[in-house]
């Protein structure tokens, strides 16, 4: 995750005027809510510059910007329709049948009878023998933030200065945040308010630094900043510029080692004298993919359908096979004021960049196609992309 955060968007949403109140209320106060969203409405008509997609880029945002402030003021505005604001993105609840089908999978991966109350005690003991002992974690975090920057390094052409610092947090909604420096510099706080695990944080090293976050953030800076377009230094949250960014990131280690990541994994973890069964690990993360959907749905069900954190709660407790610890852990962000709607950023960012990312340019053999993933992939670091661009190479 990576943002310009505010912790005051909490605090204003929170305190937003009711609906009640009304626009004529409203003097010549440039920073009151609804005076801004007038003024993004007169901005996205009137943007007109000569080059198309920076156009699209401006329009996009400044859509999500108008539901932001209508928000603010007190609108009464669908958790959907939100989301499709923000992020430029429909959103549906998945089919239950798929979860079940995934729970098919990860008891067979697990070498467990397809039961719930089987199934979820056998996955909380992986999961439980899969936590990183707290005094190696940063060890870990080390060694694999090194081991990624030189591979990353063999493709992409990063500043000689750039730099991440990572530090250990708590009491937070999130696992990991990326505080973008200015300078190519970066500072990635973990929170380990949850136990961080052997076959996550690589994913996680790779999101928020190499090539994911941090990287992006360099080469951006480098290419898009350094060619006078300076609004690229904003990086506003709940905007499609999210949802591109935590879609890339959720890429990041894939798009760096390959497929084969849990074996490249499992050398770094023995390096460090701990273990990391690979071929499990590639096992039970296939099953799991197609739970991917579940946070979102229930986010679907606490502020579209009007359901209680309590329903929401035990929702992510069947399909995830969450502990009830790490349940409400989730409801921190899904219900905070500023991060309900983001949960669809690693959704559907996901889903539109894996669907955009394999599109090949020819039926040839698998490496022309990885290549041009590759290639795809640099295209997301470097340019100011959003979905609606995807969509339109796509159809």
């Given amino acids: 995750m990576r943002h310009c955060q505010c912790e005051a968007f909490d605090r204003a949403l ?3 005027p009711s609906p009640a109140a009304r626009w004529s209320d409203v003097a010549d106060d440039p920073n009151d ?27 996009s945002h400044l859509r ?26 429909d959103i549906s609840a998945e089919d239950p049948e798929v979860y079940r089908q995934a729970h098919r999978k990860l008891a067979d991966a697990l070498g467990v009878a397809d039961r719930p109350e089987a199934l979820r005690d056998a996955y909380t003991a ?18 694999f933030s090194s081991a990624l920057r030189d591979e990353v390094r063999k493709s992409v052409d990063l500043p000689v200065e750039e730099t991440v610092d990572f530090e250990i947090v708590s009491d937070q ?26 076959s996550a944080l690589p994913h996680l090293v790779a999101h928020e630094a190499y090539p994911g976050h941090h990287t992006e953030h360099c080469r951006k800076e480098k290419l898009l900043v350094g060619g006078g377009q300076e609004g690229q230094t904003i990086f506003l949250v709940n905007t499609p510029q999210c949802l591109m960014a935590e879609g890339l990131a959720d890429h990041a280690l894939k798009a760096a080692i390959g497929p084969g990541w849990p074996s490249w994994a499992q ?34 069900l606490l502020h579209d359908q009007g359901r209680g954190e309590d329903d929401a709660a035990a929702y992510l407790q069947r399909w995830l096979l969450a502990p009830p610890e ?3 852990q989730m409801l921190r962000f899904l219900t905070s004021p500023l991060w309900r709607a983001y949960i669809s950023t690693y959704v559907e960012g996901y889903r539109l960049l894996d669907t955009w990312l394999d599109v090949a340019v020819s039926d040839e053999e698998r490496l022309r196609r990885d290549d041009e993933r590759l290639r795809r992939f640099g295209r997301l670091l470097d340019e100011p992309l959003i979905p609606a661009s995807l969509r339109a190479e796509l159809g």
Avoid at 35 to 54: C, F, H, K, N, S
Avoid at 126 to 143: F, K, N, Q, S
Wanted: net charge neutral; aromatic share 10%; glycine share 6%.
């Fill in 64 to 89: 999500a910007l108008e539901c932001s402030a209508a928000k603010f003021a007190g609108e009464d505005i669908g958790f959907v329709d939100e989301v499709r604001a923000y992020f430029d993105v």
């Fill in 126 to 143: 992986y999961r439980r023998a899969g936590e990183i002992p707290a005094d190696r974690l940063g060890d870990c975090v080390t060694a």
């Fill in 326 to 328: 790490r349940a409400r």
């Fill in 14 to 16: 929170s305190t937003a």
């Fill in 33 to 59: 809510p609804r005076v801004l969203v007038q003024r993004a409405r007169t901005l996205r008509a009137a943007w007109r510059p000569e080059i198309a997609d920076r156009a699209e880029f401006i329009s």
């Fill in 267 to 300: 050398e770094i973890y023995a390096d460090l004298g701990l273990r990391f069964d690979a071929d499990r690990a590639t096992r039970v993360g296939r099953a799991t993919a197609d739970l991917l959907s579940v946070r979102q749905d229930a986010a679907l």
């Fill in 173 to 198: 909604p999130w696992s990991g945040f990326n505080y973008y420096l200015g300078d190519y510099r970066s500072r990635v706080a973990i929170n380990t308010d949850v136990p961080q695990h052997f």
